[in-house]
């Protein structure tokens, strides 16, 4: 269904639109926030509200609220909109919007008990696959979406209700998928090692395309390279970045579309999406500002109300970018923004005699109703930013790396102009986030974050401490800065006598188990494979010369860092890649952008770690699954229990 609203202001506005849904029995859910209207005849009206409601049946309530964040003034408007269960006597399958989705619904059991579907293919060649387990909550129905299905298939499901240690089965329903559409481009997969891991037969696939022409969907394929599942954000030019599975199913993506300033829509909307592709809640990059701004964010505020040419210290953020995770406790959810920031001329070298628009980076934590409660600022000296001696701003990028006004794997560039150095410069490039449960080494009582920045070649450790922290940076893990004389705060055991033991241009910086380690990295090797005096250069052998799937565990007492694996991925990927632990003990490596071939192909390994250990050099390859290009890939069980990290 979809919702409009309007509203008219004596003021000059802008409005801005908030919808909420309130279940039955339950709280209010914020589901979209804040987002400016369109003004016409003297009227603003909100961007569509498309809802969904695949919950539980009965009466919710269905709020909008409406904000002049000038005046401050609000005005609200609630209804009610009842839903009917469409099981009553029986279980019932329907369709959805995705052809390669069911909505399966059945009477629910008695509090106490649980419930689940178990589906598999009519011709029994395929594994049964499973749902997560929901607590049953009668009298309302239980609701489950279905995906994981190869396309115009049939399929039998049935619900498996738990009650102690007794499992019962439900009656079995058949479904028949629908055909991928014809307006949505399909990845094409091959097969270089035929894979045949049964524990995790599922591989989901972000499929960026940096360097293609088309605007792939995120799918999930199994290990013959069948497509399973899809979702399209419907942006033929970019696509959306999926930053994370989750538990129990759905997504978060960081999107196009336009939101408070109408000239900017790269990567402007943090949203959740269940496994049919509805919305389940979004918030927006203007909204975040001003949530930002009242919680005294000096660098957080919008680009638009900074004066031209912009003065030596103002700040402003711009995009969402790489990153957004949902393991925080209570279900809270962490995000990168990325910050510019005018600093003095000659700043980083910089040569143009201008002030100088530096890149760095936000973490922004928001809570269930996806509010902001917590952020960590990199240019903040007050929170361990600039001017402390682990991350000083002078510590220029590796390569020195700049952006332009549309430069390609930059965020959008809005401080530049007149008198304004004519390239930014991109100081930190943050690329993945990990929170890292308590207990820690010399840590019981709270949580923190660990960060990879690409362009210093380290992962960071900042004091979070579940929101009670300084946002100090505790550690940062990597080689020496030559440049700077700045030194990592681990030594690394270099067992193999590797002529380059540490990550360089890393992505997807993790630790497995729990948090009980090993991390795992997948190591682009960008300042390794450059040429001296930097990395090793044309001279390198082979080994050297490829990304490395890598994993090691350290010791933060001892400030050691030891190798578990260092694998050979067989191609340079300057950019992107996955790392993780599977729970078999066996390593899934996105090797997402090979240069030499052709087509810049992206591959899905699954590496047996054989021992001795550490392994070093060529991996035992499980899977091989070429395709294009990717941003991330994860292997797992099925849709609904993807990695944690």
Same mark, same amino acid.
């Given at each position: 269904m979809t919702w409009t609203a309007t509203a008219t202001d004596s003021n000059a506005g802008p409005l801005t639109f908030q919808f909420n849904v309130t279940p039955p029995g339950g709280t209010l859910i914020m589901v979209k926030d804040f987002n400016v209207g369109t003004l016409s005849g003297g009227a603003w009206t909100a961007q569509p509200f498309v809802w969904v409601p695949t919950g539980i049946e009965g009466t919710y309530n269905l709020q909008v609220v409406i904000k002049d964040f000038v005046s401050s003034q609000t005005a609200t408007k609630s209804i009610s909109f009842h839903v009917t269960a469409i099981a009553s006597s029986g279980p019932v399958d329907e369709k959805t919007s995705n052809p390669l989705v069911a909505l399966f619904s059945a009477p629910s059991w008695a509090a106490g008990s649980l419930m689940r579907v178990n589906f598999q293919e009519q011709s029994g060649s395929g594994p049964h696959i499973l749902t997560n387990w929901v607590n049953c909550h009668p009298s309302n129905t239980m609701t489950f979406e279905i995906a994981g299905m190869y396309a115009n298939t049939a399929y039998n499901m049935h619900s498996q209700t738990q009650t102690g240690s007794n499992i019962t089965n439900g009656p079995t329903l058949s479904f028949t998928t629908g055909a991928l559409p014809r307006s949505v481009p399909s990845p094409k997969f091959t097969v270089v090692t035929a894979g045949k891991d049964t524990s995790n037969p599922v591989i989901l696939h972000n499929m960026i395309e940096l360097l293609g022409a088309a605007s792939y969907p995120d799918v999930a394929t199994g290990l013959k390279g069948r497509i399973i599942w899809y979702y399209y954000a419907n942006d033929a030019t970019y696509g959306d970045v999926l930053t994370r599975p989750l538990q129990g199913g759905g997504f978060l993506t960081l999107q196009y579309d336009v939101a408070w300033n109408p000239s900017v829509t790269q990567e402007q909307f943090l949203r959740q999406t269940d496994l049919a592709g509805n919305v389940v809640r979004e918030t927006n990059i203007g909204v975040l500002q001003q949530?930002?701004?009242?919680?005294?964010?000096?660098?957080?505020?919008?680009?638009?109300?900074?004066?031209?040419?912009?003065?030596?210290?103002?700040?402003?953020?711009?995009?969402?970018?790489?990153?957004?995770?949902?393991?925080?406790?209570?279900?809270?959810?962490?995000?990168?923004?990325?910050?510019?920031?005018?600093?003095?001329?000659?700043?980083?070298?910089?040569?143009?005699?201008?002030?100088?628009?530096?890149?760095?980076d936000m973490i922004v934590v928001l809570d269930n109703n996806w509010q902001v409660q917590w952020y960590w600022d990199a240019f903040d000296a007050a929170g361990g930013g600039n001017g402390y001696a682990e991350l000083p701003v002078?510590?220029?990028?590796?390569?020195?790396?700049?952006?332009?006004?549309? =430069?390609?794997?930059?965020? %959008?560039? &809005?401080? @530049? /102009?007149?008198?304004? !150095? #004519?390239?930014?410069?991109?100081?930190?490039?943050?690329?993945?986030?990990?929170?890292?449960?308590?207990?820690?080494?010399?840590?019981?009582?709270?949580?923190?974050?660990?960060?990879?920045?690409?362009?210093?070649?380290?992962?960071?450790?900042?004091?979070?401490?579940?929101?009670?922290?300084?946002?100090?940076?505790?550690?940062?893990?990597?080689?020496?800065?030559?440049?700077?004389?700045?030194?990592?705060?681990?030594?690394?055991?270099?067992?193999?006598?590797?002529?380059?033991?540490?990550?360089?241009?890393?992505?997807?910086?993790?630790?497995?188990?729990?948090?009980?380690?090993?991390?795992?990295?997948?190591?682009?090797?960008? =300042?390794?494979?450059?040429? %001296?005096? &930097?990395? @090793? /250069?044309?001279?390198? !052998? #082979?080994?050297?010369?490829?990304?490395?799937?890598?994993?090691?565990?350290?010791?933060?007492?001892?400030?050691?860092?030891?190798?578990?694996?260092?694998?050979?991925?067989?191609?340079?990927?300057?950019?992107?890649?996955?790392a993780e632990l599977l729970a078999d003990g066996d390593y899934f490596f996105e090797n997402p952008i090979v240069f030499g071939n052709l087509n810049n192909a992206a591959y899905s390994l699954e590496i047996n770690p054989t021992p001795p250990a550490p392994q070093v050099g060529p991996a035992d390859v499980l899977t091989d699954i070429s395709s294009p290009e990717h941003y991330r890939g994860w292997q797992m069980p099925s849709l609904y229990a993807p990695p944690v990290t």
């Open positions: 949530e930002l701004l009242a919680k005294g964010a000096v660098d957080g505020g919008p680009c638009t109300a900074i004066a031209r040419p912009a003065p030596i210290g103002s700040a402003c953020i711009g995009s969402f970018h790489h990153d957004a995770i949902q393991t925080l406790p209570n279900g809270w959810t962490a995000a990168f923004v990325d910050v510019e920031k005018i600093f003095s001329p000659g700043t980083q070298g910089d040569t143009s005699g201008f002030p100088v628009d530096i890149i760095g002078s510590s220029t990028a590796i390569f020195a790396d700049t952006c332009g006004a549309s =430069t390609a794997g930059c965020p %959008p560039i &809005l401080l @530049l /102009g007149n008198n304004i !150095a #004519p390239l930014a410069h991109d100081w930190l490039h943050a690329n993945s986030l990990y929170y890292w449960p308590a207990p820690q080494d010399g840590n019981t009582t709270g949580s923190d974050f660990v960060w990879s920045s690409r362009h210093q070649d380290w992962v960071f450790k900042v004091d979070y401490k579940d929101g009670a922290g300084t946002g100090n940076i505790l550690w940062r893990m990597g080689s020496n800065h030559t440049a700077s004389g700045l030194t990592g705060d681990f030594s690394f055991v270099n067992s193999y006598n590797d002529p380059w033991p540490w990550f360089s241009h890393q992505h997807d910086v993790g630790i497995e188990s729990g948090g009980a380690g090993p991390m795992t990295i997948f190591d682009n090797g960008n =300042t390794r494979v450059s040429n %001296p005096p &930097l990395g @090793l /250069g044309t001279g390198c !052998a #082979p080994y050297d010369c490829n990304s490395r799937g890598m994993a090691i565990m350290f010791n933060e007492s001892a400030t050691q860092v030891t190798p578990v694996v260092s694998f050979d991925l067989g191609g340079y990927s300057e950019a992107m890649g996955s």
